[in-house]
């Protein structure tokens, strides 16, 4: 079961409106059957802190990511996942999170590698409802288990291996990072652990928009004619563009992707997850140094 | 395994006494526990110092009181925001497992005493670096002090 799109006016300007709902659309569906909200944050303690009524909570490090290899769950785990957060197949979900959606984004682009269809996010995210005043909760949901199938992941359609990077360079990239990791100044973000890289700076070619600058102050997504401005103005992508998108880990990088596909309607954009912490530590990949041209 | 102090192991005790579920529980109560700045690091972050290690931001302060006769004693102070409850958690265990404790026995706390929390499936081992950063700046400071 499916729910009803958010027919909000400011959601209507973007590409596929349906990919996004605002926060009175979700207060008015709480409970609805067939919905299923997930937090997805940083912090990983801010969910038990108090969360939206009925929300789940999904763990990207824990939950989304194989314990032993460098790459996401299977498809068998993952229908685990879902039958024991009580989603099925055909279930909405909204995904929400901390700053700015940046890990529910990520959420949503994992579940996306497995064809779940409706996924939506939250516009504004955890920040927005609570500034709200909206209902929180510390009440973790007993939901009946969902019934989910095993379906492999489908890597090819919005994710990017290195050796697609290598046959990609000259088409256009975005490299989502801080100015400072672009240039090569920094080999992590600032203020944040290092986590790594033996060499610092670019995919040569990528364009530096950080991730972040697609938020509005209230962590709302900026209307589609400044986002054109940043991503087609300022980065010169356009929208029949084959666009690879990475950052550090890829989770930023899933940010950046969701603008790009569900706001602005680019058909070809990938996820380059292994980021800067695979193509930094990569024995003769070409690198690239300094600002942004 | 070296010993702990008694404080910091009846908080690692705590942790191992409880099912994996009800350890992220006990680590939101620890940072609800963290007391207020007082007035004098209030809106003073300069005076403290960051650890950039942590995923939030995260500001500490060490202060040793007390006289070598009566036995001098580690004061912590730690802020950070609610926003962050990880952070606060960890900042909690080392304050309800080290403050007031002297300086040679905070230095002597084995640095990967948390480890023994039993949290790196529940928060990532990547998470609890940011609690091994802490206390490698806690030593930093008390080092620098003495």
Redesign the interface.
Known sequence: MTLPQDTDPKLAQYAHPERLVTTAWLAEHLGDPGLVVVESDEDVLLYDTGHVPGAVKVDWHTELNDPVSRDYVDGARFAELMAAKGIARDTTVVFYGDRNNWWAAYALWVFTLFGHADVRLLDGGRAKWVAEGRELTTDVPERPRGDYPVVERDDAAVRAFKEDVLAHLGKPMVDVRSPGEFSGELLHMPDYPQEGAMRGGHVPGARNVPWARAAAEDATFKPVDELRAIYEGEAGLSTGDDVVVYCRIGERSSHTWFVLTHLLGYDKVRNYDGSWTEWGNSVRVPIEKGASA | MSELPPALAEVVDDFAAVPARDR??L??EL?NELPHLPERYVAAHEAME?V??C???LFLKVEVDGSADQGKRVRLFFDAP??????R?FAGILHAGLDGEAPETVLAVPDDFYLRLGLA????P??L??MA?MLARVKGQLRAAA
């Open positions: 992220l529980q680590l939101l940072g960051q950039h290690e995923q939030s931001p609610k926003e962050a409850p990880t952070t958690g499936e529940l928060v990532s990547l998470r670096r940011g950063a």
